[in-house]
């Protein structure tokens, strides 16, 4: 069965500055082993595509890239270079190969205008947002021109986690805990919640927003999210699971389990799932295992591995 993948990263020349604040207490040999496979668009990638059963890859650069770049003059001219150096290698398998635009939401209008640049110019199926941006969340009015400019264009913004403005208090002492355990978990959920809670889905209805992991606990809580709304008079022309259920879809990165998928299908409907391999910070013949025995019901299963994001992202059967 052919899968496309939402969630495939890489690495771009003088990024890796950026990366090496979120992989700091990984062994080094692993550092090296992990740097080595972001760098490489051959034969290195194409063979852990076709271990995962991935035909084709949307590839985003690793993070946070510039979302924690202080300069907004450099975080625009690093992420359209960034953004150039995918499409080029792009063209190495162009049948294979999608992209992701990097953005710098230091600046939403030109943010917004690389975002559309990117999509209309380079053919890229949308944008990865790495976390807040200096501290300011996607929910803030001053991110409105890129929602505008995404919702217009018709192409998701992808939400990649990324470290909280501080670290969290309650996980001190537990190292186990930090980041990709749990850390990052809670911050990105949490950023997707005040997106929904703050009614930025009744401005722009069209929008979407893709999110990893099964949906980071989101699919879990949707009862408790519309009970409380209502308990503290939360004023939205919706209930929030309606907004996730509408706005927001999920794909299966880093998250090879049945019970969490079982219930991402049922909370938010099988249109809303899709397949990520999460390269090459997860095992791709874990993942593409993961898929061939999921036991669910073959049509639901070719949602999930390809007819789901082909429309999200309006591949057509040629490409």
Partial sequence: MKRIALEEHFLAPGFEEYWLKTVEDVEPARYAQVLARLKDFGEQRLNAMDTSGIGKAVLSLAGPGVQIEPDVAVATRKAREANDFL???????????????HLAVQDAKAAADELERCVRDLKFSGAMINGHTLGQYLDHPDTYPLWERAEALGVPLYLHPADPITPMPALDGYRG????????TVETGTHALRIVFSGLFDRFPGAKLALGHLGETLPYQLWRFDSRAKL??????????????????????????????????????????????DYPFEDPAEAGAFMSELPIDPAVLEDISYNNAA?????????
């Fill in 177 to 184: 805990l930090k980041r990709a355990t749990w850390e990052w």
């Fill in 232 to 277: 503290y008079g939360v004023k939205l022309n919706k209930r929030p699971s309606d907004y996730i259920r509408e706005n927001i879809v999920v794909t299966t990165s880093g998250m090879f389990s049945f019970e969490p998928i079982d219930c991402a299908l049922k909370a938010l409907g099988r249109e809303n799932v899709m397949y990520s391999a």
């Fill in 87 to 101: 499409a080029e290698q792009m063209q190495t398998a162009p049948d294979r190969y999608l992209g992701f635009a």
């Fill in 311 to 319: 429309r999200l992202l309006r591949i057509g059967a040629s490409q």
